[in-house]
């Protein structure tokens, strides 16, 4: 095979460590030159990815604005630089990358383009009404279509995605739209235990977006723990600059009542999932495949989520965990009863999903489906 020259566009300099490392590796194994672009100086990411081999670009990028002025900047300098690098191969993921990293790719001529959809978050959220987000969605899904004409082929997590993509024309017809299992969990870093004995302890991970189910999650404890006292709910995951987010006035109030303990943020999950006994993420936004429910899996924890676009995919419901539908705050009560009451439920349940992210989740084998539809 040809050496190559790939090049990877992220919006989070960290999520190429986090959750694209092996991917990386594993296109630097087969003989590639491998660049990837993000708009932020994390330091430790970098020296990860140049340790693996992989070079790494600062392009100007705001990950959440909506200034386009800032968006030209931003295809300003993907375009300089996709002429410049000249790779074979561009590889997108997450929003502002496909659209702006697709239409620079595009314009700069790259001969082979790619797309991974990790979810729709806001932009198909039920949040999102009124005239403004009607305006938004109406752009989105255009900039979309004009950053992926030409391109070789695009990835989705969910059928809920890959059913928008076709139906607002995103691709043509003629684009394959191929399904990944989400990003994929490495099983040996995420390695199963069982549920710690003791009062049960209910996880939830996230960023505290108000669309993850955070006061619904806040709401069921404060129900369960008058009459389970002994009962812990946590939260772990950092505030948001979005005007969605939970304020740390209502995650105060929340740990002043003791409905909720906050853990903060962390960069290392691990800990804190072989702490818990049950893992819940009552999400209503458009996730892809949330990764931390992946890592939850691995870990062997029943999961509790909802019957949402992504994270119902991580659920068979009554056999590694429960699906409730979004917002149903007794029903999210009721789930986490279930486990209250038969202490041996979260063992049983967390070895059916180690046993799913095995066969489902396995990041080489999500990583082999890309790789291979890339030619790689």
């Known amino acids: 095979m040809r050496r190559k020259r790939i090049v990877v566009v992220a919006s989070l300099t960290r999520s190429l460590v986090n959750f694209r490392i092996e991917l990386l590796k594993a296109m630097v194994a087969a003989g590639h030159d491998v660049i990837a672009l993000a708009p932020d100086a994390d330091e430790q990411a970098i020296a990860k990815l140049q340790e693996i081999g992989v070079a790494f ?29 000249a790779p074979d191969i561009v590889l997108a993921y997450t929003m502002k990358p496909i659209i ?10 790259v001969p082979r383009r790619f797309a991974l959809f990790t979810g729709f978050g806001f932009i198909f959220s039920g949040s999102m009404t009124g005239l403004r987000a009607a305006v938004l969605r109406r752009l989105s899904i255009g900039l979309y279509r004009s950053a992926l004409v030409g391109c070789e082929a695009v990835f989705a997590y969910n059928d809920a995605d890959a059913s928008d993509i076709r139906r607002h024309g995103m691709v043509s017809a003629a684009t394959p739209v191929i399904m990944v299992s989400g990003s994929g969990v490495d099983l040996t870093l995420f390695a199963a235990s069982r549920p710690p004995s003791g009062p049960p302890v209910f996880l939830l991970i ?32 950092p505030f948001d600059p979005s005007p969605l987010s939970i304020s740390k006035a209502e995650m105060d109030e929340w740990t002043r009542e003791g409905a909720v ?9 691990g800990p804190y999932l072989t702490a818990s006994t049950v893992f819940v993420l009552p999400s209503y936004y458009r996730e892809g495949i949330p990764r931390s429910a992946l890592e939850a899996l691995s870990t062997g924890r029943p999961i509790i989520t909802t019957n949402a676009p992504g994270c119902q995919e ?7 965990g429960f699906r409730v539908e979004p917002r149903d705050v007794d029903a999210l009560a009721s789930a986490q009863r279930a486990f209250l009451e038969d202490e041996d439920l979260a063992v049983r349940m967390g070895a059916n999903s180690r046993k799913l992210a095995e066969e489902r989740f396995d990041v080489h084998k999500v990583n082999h489906t890309l790789l291979e539809a890339m030619g790689i």
């Open 57 to 85: 670009r600062q392009i100007p990028m705001a990950r959440t604005g909506t200034n386009p002025l800032a968006d030209l900047r931003t295809l300003k300098a993907l375009y300089r630089l996709m002429r410049r690098l």
């Open 100 to 109: 702006y990293g697709g239409l620079a790719a595009r314009l700069a001529g």
């Open 206 to 237: 996230a960023r505290l977006l108000r669309e993850k189910g955070i006061a619904e999650f806040a709401a069921a404890a404060r129900m369960l723990k008058t009459r389970y006292r002994t009962a812990r709910f946590q939260i772990l995951g």
């Open 261 to 269: 303990e906050y853990l903060g943020e962390t960069h290392d999950v």
């Open 314 to 320: 991580t659920v068979i419901d009554g056999e590694n």
